[in-house]
């Protein structure tokens, strides 16, 4: 199943609009255990998408809510049973 995510979300980098990927993203780290390539996937948007000024002067905007979208569905996971 992580093979197939990390597939689908190369894809939706290159091909889908951000929020296409953003619910990929949200929907691999709730349903993967430990799903560190959502941070990986955060920096490679950057690198592709991001400009000199960025989001508010912050460059990193993708990286940063990668971190967080996988911070918070790690705890909701642990607090759902499955």
Do not use: Q
Request: positive net charge; proline residues 1%; charged residues 10%.
């Amino acid at each position: 199943m992580r093979l197939v995510f990390n597939i689908a979300l190369i894809v939706s980098l290159l091909f889908l609009p951000w929020w296409a990927g953003a619910l990929l993203l949200i929907s691999a780290c709730m349903l993967v255990d430990r799903f560190f390539e959502a941070i990986l996937f955060g920096i490679l948007a950057d690198a592709f998408y991001s400009t000199k000024f960025g989001f508010h002067g912050f460059s990193s905007a993708a990286t940063l809510y990668a971190i967080v979208v996988f911070l918070i569905a790690s705890s909701v996971r642990k607090r759902l049973s499955w």
